[in-house]
């Protein structure tokens, strides 16, 4: 397995516990905005961060998704 597919899981697994969703809920979520293209995009920053970070991150790219 990649280290993009790893670090795609690792990010899903720590929005879902971050706001108590199901891997269904997250996932589907995460399909709707396009989370998993701006992670594989956005790979060689978005590893460096902390966990907390990247799913502050997440929720500002959802937001700004929303907007539109």
Known sequence: MSKTVHFK???LERYKSEHHMTGE???HLFKKYGI??????????LHTFS???IV???DEFI???QKV
């Open 63 to 65: 937001a700004a998704r």
């Open 51 to 53: 966990d907390k970070y």
């Open 36 to 45: 998993l293209d701006y992670i594989t995009s956005f790979y060689d920053v």
């Open 9 to 11: 899981v690792f990010c």
């Open 25 to 27: 809920e997250t996932f």
């Open 56 to 58: 502050a991150d997440i």
